[in-house]
């Protein structure tokens, strides 16, 4: 307990000290709540979304790396942007809501 | 957008040109460690868990941990340690092995890393001469080692030798080394840098003592990172935890690896080497389609008169030295941009890699490029042999 009470006070991030992956999924909820509450400025789900975008754009990156140098995309590559530039364009849509209200 | 910020220039070569340089083909990232890289840039980030024993290989969170585990049994050893570069992997076995005035026993295409690592230690450096298709034997092995004990009345400490060389890419005598290593009870490292990570690796079959990899040169990971592996007859060795006593505090840190330094590979580089390891758990599987695009690539880089490939043939390995004095050097002699005229028309085409302004022997490594791109590139070689008059056949 004075581990996780001592984690806590130098990370508010800190939800738990069992390395268990999804082990902190039902604290998120509240998590995101609190930083809400105290902050009001920015919320997990923007962070969240800001890293899934960026995650999206290393795909492309990926597809750029496999095609180049002409760019001949065949159609699974095709199907491949589409949705990433669609994942983009949902996180995009989330973050201006989120932190442009 | 050119400037990442001032002064630093975007990379963005390898979504841009075909990269054939012969260090940079396999330790190009994968995306998963790409956005590793991005999520865990920070300095100590994959210390946010680090709970007791407080050492970096007994991370579970993300799971380091396990990770060292997975790495050690992927590589046929028992136990392995990350590190910074395969030459801290070198540093380690022959500062834990070697002492002042012993010898080691190296390949003489052994990388200067290996040189100062036995530098370091005070011990000295015995070449091992190449066969005449520059490969390391074991019977050469054998003779070297015989003649070091004739000369200082000792057997040499250590046996380092290269899986694949950086310099050919030629594969040596690794099995035949080891067995001569267990008949002289000389402990042995095996240097799989262009190895380890690109094809399948089994340290045991192979009958290493140890076993040292790159993460940049083949792992898809950041530099600096590598890999040592060892069994767990040397691993106490090796692996070895600190004994040291604060004179004035008492403190001691006993959980910490002597030759680790304690903790190794932190952060990024080694949140991206995890991330990397399932797509090159895979990838090692498909080493034989890219021996089969360099064979390909040479097939028809040969067909331009005067070529010549110095690395051993048929090509075992992706990374190969060539020769082009009788062709594209040629052509540099009379051309006012010299070798540049080269690089000038690779670069037209979208090629990058190949050591600027040389037209004679130089290297490159295809490991990576699809088919198309493959194909490409034996395309492009043979529209410039063409475009200068070079005869293709």
Sequence with gaps: ?????????????????IP??????????????????????????AVEETFAALFALTDLRQIFRDTKPTYQFNSEQREKIKQIIEKLRQS?????????? | MKQMIEDIEVRSREELFININPIQAAGRLTPEAMKAIIAYGDGYSTCDWCTKPFRLDKIRRPPISEFHLELAKFVGMDQARVVPGARRGFQAVVSSLVEKGDSVIVSSLAHYTEFLAVEDVGGVVKEVPLNEENVITEENTAQKIEKVKRETGKLPKLIMMDHFDYMF??????????KVAKNYDIPFLANCAYSMGVMPIDGREMGADFLVGSGHKSFASPAPSGIVATTDEWADKVFRTTQMV?????????????????????GANMIAMMASFPGVRERVN??????????YFIDEFLKIEGNEVLSEMPRKHTLTKVDTTGSFDKIARTNKRRGFFFSDELKKRRIVGEFAGATRQWKLNTYGLTWDQIKYLAQAFQDIAKKYGINVV
């Design chain 1, 1 to 17: 307990m004075a581990e996780w009470l001592r984690r806590w006070a130098a990370d508010p991030l800190y939800v738990g000290s």
């Design chain 1, 20 to 45: 268990t992956p999804g082990s902190n999924v039902l604290k998120r909820s509240n998590l995101c709540l609190v930083i809400t509450e105290v902050g009001g400025i920015m919320t997990e789900k």
């Design chain 1, 92 to 101: 995009l849509d989330v973050i201006e809501k989120e932190l442009i209200k």
């Design chain 2, 169 to 178: 890419g030629n594969e040596h005598d690794i099995h035949g080394i080891a």
């Design chain 2, 246 to 266: 604060g004179d004035v505090t008492g403190r001691k840190f006993g959980i910490k690896e002597v030759e680790m330094m304690g903790c190794t590979l932190m």
């Design chain 2, 286 to 295: 498909c080493w034989d389609d890219e021996v089969k695009k360099i064979n």
